[in-house]
């Protein structure tokens, strides 16, 4: 069975960091893409950044980009999502995702962590 | 980025009406669009993925199709599980979502 359990998310002040982990297990995790997927309280769902299987190819939503990094360690089975310069608009629940082959197909969510960005 | 438009934002319906949820991108990506359910306080769950192709053990009453810019999900016959939100996302280029359609009991 795939399991995506999500960890690290809480409350931070402004301007501070957190870093996310995602620990996956039930499948082959070194051989699929992934990604984090971030949903603001009562509103929809803004995909975040994305990691290839192996190269460690990334990708980055504008809202994101050069304050979050994302990496994978495939002898952990672990996906993060290292996050610094936070504000409230990143205030969000946060789910990584398992890509269904080699689209941005998300067909496996973690139950998600909340990040709270308030001082 | 594309963008993804849902209509409507919010339907009422009533157990056994069949309901259609659209979604438009705003350029073309070919059959790359996929729809998702989402439940109060629960993630996101892959219901149709390439337009049409039914994921895994989700009921026959989910269906799609469309191709191009323009893409529908339908449910042939609501359940009472099927209260929830629903969301189209393009994974034709980097993955955008459509805002969300929220299912309620009429």
């Known amino acids: 069975e795939v399991q995506l359990l999500e960890s690290g998310g809480g409350l931070v002040q402004p301007g501070g960091s957190l870093r996310l982990s995602c620990a996956a297990s039930?499948?082959?995790?070194?051989?699929?893409?992934m990604s984090w997927v971030r949903q603001a309280p009562g509103k929809g769902l803004e995909w975040v950044s994305g990691?290839?299987?192996?190269?460690?190819?990334?990708s980055y939503a504008d809202s994101v980009k050069g304050r979050f990094t994302i990496s994978r360690d495939n002898f952990k089975n672990t996906l993060y999502m290292q996050m610094n310069s936070l504000s409230a608009e990143d205030t969000a629940v946060y789910y990584c995702?398992?890509?269904?082959?080699?689209?941005?197909?998300?067909?496996?969510w973690g139950q998600g962590t909340l990040v709270t960005v308030s001082s | 980025d594309i963008q993804m438009t849902q209509s409507p934002s919010s339907l009422s319906a009533s157990v056994g009406d069949r309901v259609t949820i659209t979604c438009r991108a705003s350029q073309s990506i070919s059959i790359y669009l996929n729809w998702y359910q989402q439940k109060p306080g629960k993630a996101p769950n892959l219901l149709i993925y390439d337009a049409s192709s039914l994921q895994g053990e989700v009921p026959s009453r989910f269906s799609g199709s469309g191709s191009g810019t323009d893409f529908t999900l339908t449910i042939s016959s609501l359940q009472p599980e099927d209260f929830a939100t629903y969301y189209c996302q393009q994974s034709y280029s980097t993955p955008t979502f459509g805002q969300g359609t929220k299912v309620e009991i009429k």
């Open positions: 039930g499948f082959t995790f070194s051989n699929y893409a």
């Open positions: 990691i290839s299987r192996s190269d460690g190819s990334t």
């Open positions: 995702a398992k890509w269904r082959g080699d689209q941005s197909i998300f067909d496996y």
